[in-house]
């Protein structure tokens, strides 16, 4: 049995984390530091792609790294075709929820894996649509005074406490957490790698 590959999760995202060591995985954190407001992309699914690819790519050129798999994640929420990532201020978050609520959004997670080892990659975009409730002026009013809504993209949390204003999803509730499971291990089957090779010992 060869030594166990060291995994990476190129994100600051303690829910991305959350759900990797949840699958049995143990992942060092090494934040990418990418300026997101640099990256660009014609529509929010190629967005979210991108701003993975830059993060994996940022962290996989670290020469501490060497002979890891980098797993590289972002999320978007698209919203009448735009991407809405995370709120500037209070202000923006109570407009989006006004916005959003009693529609339905596509969270849009990217997601990124590198193979130090090889030099190779592969990427793509897990889409699930997130069904908003109708929460009242006041009910919105204090979900952004929590602060909650400022740090996540779309302003809202399927695991935190606008859970109540969530009627449902079609698709992977881990891809609206922050990383599609799913979509990870077929990622890596692409690079050679089984998911059950990662677990943790």
């Not at 949390?157 to 509730?173: K, M, N, V, Y």
């Amino acid at each position: 049995m060869s030594d166990q590959r060291r995994l990476v999760l190129a994100s600051q995202s303690p829910a991305r984390l959350g759900l990797l060591r949840q699958a049995g995985l143990a992942p060092d954190v090494i934040v990418s530091g990418v300026d997101e407001d640099a990256v660009t992309a014609p529509t929010p699914a190629e967005l979210a792609k991108a701003l993975a690819e830059a993060k994996a790519s940022v962290v996989a050129a670290r020469p501490d790294v060497k002979g890891a798999l980098v797993v590289g994640c972002d999320s978007v929420l698209e919203l009448d075709g735009r991407a809405l990532g995370k709120p500037a201020d209070a202000e923006e978050a109570t407009a989006r929820w006004k916005d959003m609520r009693g529609r339905a959004g596509i969270l849009q997670t990217g997601h990124c894996v590198y193979d130090t080892l090889s030099g190779r990659h592969t990427a793509a975009t897990a889409s699930t649509v997130v069904r908003f409730g109708e929460p009242s002026d006041a009910e919105i009013a204090a979900y952004v005074a929590s602060g909650e809504p400022l740090h996540v993209a779309g302003a809202f949390t399927l695991d935190g406490r606008s859970a109540p204003f969530i009627e449902g999803i079609d698709g992977d509730h881990g891809n609206v957490i922050g990383l599609s499971l799913p979509m990870l291990r077929r990622l890596l089957a692409e690079l050679g790698v089984g998911i059950t090779e990662l677990w943790a010992k």
